[in-house]
């Protein structure tokens, strides 16, 4: 349950996505002391000799790519792999296609399918992206269909005191029962506006320093401007300026925004995550991931929604032909080898150690207060980050495989090559990937740093206490410097704003700080002996939260409004403590960013102008074509099926009887032989997915719906910076197993008349009249 963009919120991928981890911070402070030596970083050679010689093998459906430059220094043999002789994939950098440049000639070759523009046209117009996910229109009466674990949050919203909707499913029986949910959006691609020659003409005439704080203020404007020809702000229109190639190309997407939306269907979270952690990441899979919502007009009624995707009635066969329609958040194809082995070595595998520390935390808590627990929603943001956490392992796992190292240095070196065989090229973008190594090295200096300081501010993963001293001492250091109150009311509010934690949240989540000071800079060193003030970790952070005015949020407010919060206290203590290691770690990393923003952007142009449109872009959260086919796969020495049944659903539950990951809810029990259990409730297929594919439709050639894209097997987790289609797979709700739960467990006549026939009826009864 991975393809949510909103399941991986801690992303260090790239120094772009870090940033969502790094808090800047400009306060003024003496001169940094120089960080004493932390734990050594040393990347670990994982996986196994069959991973490996997949990996080397590639794809039997891809062709081989160009012979490939060597690299400069000679690689081992690896599992019986020569690395010098390793070679990437065709489609090793992927298979999600842009609607500014559909592969028309690639799927009429491939496929014998050669789409027009009103199949292009109909499949941009009826997908949706929604928070953190994707979705689509199902009927022509606004009906929308996404992933259950893309509507978890709303399904709790709307829960009325008892009713615990999220774990014993929201059924709208009738039109009036659909629940309004708050702070919904669902945005339909109405018009792409490719705006790149205005884009680099502006900037290609400036300086390389000013281009990248000039291209912001570009954007800026002719995102206004395209908006205003849509009607502005009040029109119902956003504009989000896309940038593709690291910005070698720059597109307007316009949208059509709808906010007005109500909640249909969601199952029980037991079906919904069926076989929970275990199963996550896995296939065979036996999962019901799916919910809908409606959207309704402004006049209160449901919306006429053509162009939408009907569902299909005779099902998919293995080896058929399907589409993907969604909105993958982020991927990372084009980057250097340099960057992935940063990655590798620094800081993914800091990721991992924050994700594994903080959970650990909540876990705790959330088995010692049940009750408060629920109050706060601990247990989606606990899913959250434990959904995080398997992806990071998958990923870099990957990393750590030399083979499929060894295959991004291949096509990085075919890039060099091309790029120098052009004079043109070669004096523009010729020392670009040199450079990107440079500055990793760089980069590299403040390792400890990013064990230390990542998600400083993170609701999730900070002491609240802590987070409000980071913002006090920005506060109090303005007064003294005598920053005038518009400038200080800002900060003042991002203090209001810090959400309070229970005492014994909030001073574990300190200790795991505290433990991070410790285990990357030194138990010696001066910043961790500066914080602890020769204390034990955990002594510490009781004294700090026992002591300070920061640990409350009321409290804190009134006394920063009041004055009587002053530089001495205990939790303001510990940042004047971290405060020199942070700004001299924040200097280094913070000077890399619009560097390696510059150099990608360059190699974007280059490959650009190298492969044009061959070579699709990284994902944006913008809306893609993927391509695949139903196709199982081997793994563990077996078969993994192309499709499940009921049959092994049920065959879960009874063989691990007693286990609540495959207990099936009582109104699975009760259906089961009223069930047709050879339906399919799964299925596999080659379609290229990442994080923010959760909800997207899955269709045929006919832009039928077949499916509900709700996962990748574990596999497809380096998905991220590489696509090997003979391993990565998506994992699809089959529309023959939503439908048959509709209409058999939880007696939806209303909304199967809806999917097969598009006809909205008012209530139950009347759908019961109709069948």
Known sequence: MTLNAGSRPFAAHSLRSLAALLLSVSVAACASPSPAPGPRLVPTTTGSPADASASAAGSQSEDPAAAAGSPTQPQPVVYGVDLDTVEAGRFDQGKMWTFEFPPIEYLAETYGFRPDAAWLEKARLGALRIPNCSASFVSPNGLVMTNHHCAREFVTQVSGSGEGLLDNGLVATDLADERAVEDFEADRLIDIVDVTEEVNAALDALPAAQ?????????????????????????????????????????????????????????????GFYGGEPDNFSYPRYNLDFAFFRIYDDDGNPLASDPYFAFDDDGLEAGDLIFIVG????????????????????????????????????????????????????????????????AYLGQVRGLQDPVIIARRRDTESDFQTAIEADPMLSERYGSLI????????????????????????????????????????????????????????????????????????????????????????????????????GGSVEARAQAVVSASQL????????????????????????????????????????????????????????????????????????LRLADGVVAGYDYNGTVAPPFTTFYGLYDRHHSHEGDEDWALPQRWLDAESELELSTPINFASTADIIGGNSGSPVLDADLEVVGVVFDGNAESLPGDYIYLPDRNRSVTVDS????????????????????LTGELVETEAEADQRR
Do not use: C, W
């Open 551 to 622: 640990q409350d949020s009321a409290t804190a407010a009134q006394a920063m409004e009041s004055g009587s919060l002053t530089i001495a206290d205990a939790a303001l203590d510990v940042v004047r403590a971290y405060l020199p290691q942070f700004i001299q770690f924040q200097q280094v990393i913070g000077g890399a960013f619009p560097e390696e923003e510059a150099i990608a952007a360059d190699l974007g142009r280059a490959r650009f102008e190298v492969y044009g449109t061959d070579v699709p872009p990284d994902a944006t959260f913008s």
């Open 736 to 755: 023959r197993a939503i439908l048959e739960a509709l209409d058999v467990v939880y007696d939806m006549d209303r909304l199967v008349l809806e999917l």
């Open 434 to 533: 040199a450079d990107m190594a440079a500055l990793q090295s760089r980069k590299r200096e403040q390792a400890s740093g990013f064990g230390a300081f990542l998600a400083m501010t993170s609701p999730e993963m900070a002491s609240s206490t802590l987070h409000r001293a980071l913002i006090a001492f920005q506060i109090l250091s303005a007064r003294q410097g005598g920053a005038p109150a518009d400038q200080i009311e800002p900060l003042m509010e991002q203090l209001r704003a810090v959400p309070h934690q229970p005492v014994e949240l909030d001073r574990a989540l300190m200790e795991a700080r505290f433990r991070d000071f410790v285990d990357f800079y030194g138990a010696d060193s001066q910043l961790a002996t500066a914080v602890l003030q």
């Open 211 to 271: 281009r990248a704080e000039a291209r912001d203020g570009l954007l800026e404007e002719i995102e206004s401007r395209i908006l205003a020809e849509h009607g502005g702000e009040d029109s119902g229109h956003v504009v989000e300026m896309i940038s593709l190639y690291d910005g070698g190309r720059t597109s307007a997407y316009v949208f059509r925004r709808y906010t007005n939306a109500r909640l249909v269907m969601a199952p029980e979270l037991q079906i």
């Open 327 to 390: 909105n993958p958040g982020t991927t990372n194809r084009l980057q250097t080898v340099a960057e992935l082995e940063f990655r590798r070595d620094v800081s993914d595998a800091r990721v991992l150690d924050l994700l594994e520390s903080r959970l650990d935390v909540l876990g705790a808590f959330i088995e010692a207060h049940p009750e408060i627990a629920e109050e706060r929603d601990l247990r989606n943001a606990y899913f959250g980050l434990s959904n995080s956490l398997e």
